[in-house]
């Protein structure tokens, strides 16, 4: 089966920091994924890979509502969107003060293209990019203290707007997605990550992410190959999910960490990607 190509028209980044992002694996993980007619994320997350990869046709998912709210939007409306997601980004909003009221300011907005709105703001505010929520939902990451008002991310924006012609966004479970899988696709799982030492970061969501969940994205998985699809899922290289891939084909990988707060706990981490 041929390998994906990698050539500079795939090189258009993702414009929201995000937690587990791929965009430092690219050169690694892009090889390995397939050239066949269309590929699909059950865990879009920022999109580093669906913006990177070349396809014909896309299917993104996530199970956080407002990044998919987000792809909604920039994909219906992009000008309106993309207008309205600049206008935070000044320097009066560069400020603690002013950080908390829009963060209240999202957490009480129920229209989810108004919460769109504010996402790109909050991502690029925040404290490192973080995305977090507590059990009811609030986003509750706290001022990230920029030094300077960040910069817009115009190109990149109207860039994944282009690529949100060829896509259908689904809002939901990652079940769904992997669910319309069959010949020609290629299926790419990033699930929150399994740590065998300490509690991985799972809450993107009020519910988190737990081992059945991963079980059930294997399962789901398998399922897709049976119909002729092509899958390959991402997660830390550990005796667990070393046995939760049994039987696939393992690439081992490496990336380096940038989200802990203390510079000495940022370091190279063991991936792994199991194929089938």
Known sequence: MRPHPVTAATASKPFLKWTGGKQRL???????????????????????????????????????????????????????YISRAAEPFCEANRSKHAYASIRLQFNEQTDSFERAVLLPYLNRFGFNGLWRVNSKGRFNVPYGQPKVVPIFPWDSMEAAARKLERCLVLNGGFRGAIELAGEGDVVYCDPPYVDDAAPSFTQYTATGFGMDEQREVVRACESAVQRGATVLISNHDTPTTRALYAGWRIHEVSVRRSVSAAVSARGTARELVACL
């Open 26 to 80: 690219l050169t690694q993980l892009l090889p390995l994924l397939p050239s066949r007619n269309r590929l699909i994320e059950p865990f879009v997350g920022a999109g580093s890979v669906f913006l990177a990869a070349e396809y014909d046709s896309y299917i993104i998912n996530d199970g956080n509502p407002d990044l998919v709210a987000m792809w909604t939007a920039l994909q219906a409306r992009p000008r309106e």
